[in-house]
């Protein structure tokens, strides 16, 4: 089954504030449409980004990326049939439409309406409304309305495709969501259970609320690396992915990057995922001086599979000699690039052992790495 999801990020949302489209403003550290997206990653097939013609910035950053992207409409149905469009050839079967300010939506709601999906052609979550509610003309109650029967719409509305392709192909126009184009088609749809964390932001004071909800269920590992290496034959050493003059090199199975393996196994060791000897086996001739870039990519890569992202690493490399303070800004630049990180969300830190120990006495180098991951 090939499953999708269509973020619908082309409106300006400068109703919540902040002087600009809602979904770029900050929240909790990151850009509200950026914790959108990491909803998604890891739940679907396919994420289609639907982006106005107006945000260049986010053209340029999301391209070439594991995003789609595709520019939005007049209106939201209109974004959201580019969106559809844009999943043309790829055989998807199942498709989500979210509003990209519901970045608290949780993985549990995505996957109940997909599940639903596997007996209805439409499912969407609601809420069932529990306060009392009224009419009015702004200044007095002028009635009463019963509660019974009525639902708060959330999103991710979910369709089979070809389904919603049509409706919204046959759709006069002026629906208020997906929904009501869906039934307008004569498509049946299933509620399943909302989540009162699930807010839309609308309004600034929406933006501290989810900031509540996104720092009481954060996610945070911390893990820790070690690793020794003993000198050898050599005019160099490779450090953090960096080739530093030396007059002798370290002996390893791989190319014996001390400070790259402590950072993999910092990684490894906050997914609780073993170390570097588990993943690549130095019994196994293939990784015989390997770069050690491909086992850091590797504990990336598995740290996106299982929905985290590296928030920052820092890393201490432990040595008399060779001095480490004139390259610690191309390791950190490597490191950052290896891992698709920014430069200042990685530390490079020297020290010596005041001459005490085997790094004292200049027999080899050893490293320390920490790493934080963040529940996307």
Known sequence: MTTAAIIVAAGRGLRAGGGMPKQWRPLAGRRVADWTLDRFRGQVDHIVLVLSDEDQTAWDEFSGTDLILTAGGNDRA???????AALEGLEVEQVLIHDVARPCVSGETIQNVLKALSTHDAAAPGLSVTDA????????????????GLFAAQTPQGFCYEAIVAAHAAHPGGAADDVEVARTAGLDVAIVAGAADNIKITRPEDFARAERILGNHMDVRLGNGYDVHRFGDGDHVVLCGVKVPHD?????????????????????????????????????????GAASETFLRHAVELAGQMGYGISNVDCTLVCEYPKIGPHAPAMREELARIMGLRADQVSIKATTSERLGFTGRGEGIASLATACLVKS
């Open 78 to 84: 209109g974004s959201v049939r580019n969106g559809l």
């Open 133 to 148: 509610l009224w009419t009015g003309d702004g200044a007095v109650v002028t009635g009463t309305q019963d509660r019974g």
């Open 248 to 288: 002798r090199g370290l002996q390893g199975h791989s190319d014996a990057d001390v400070g790259m393996h402590a950072v993999t196994d910092a990684i490894y060791g906050a997914l609780a995922q073993g170390d570097i000897g588990q993943h690549f086996p130095p019994s196994d001739p293939q990784w015989k």
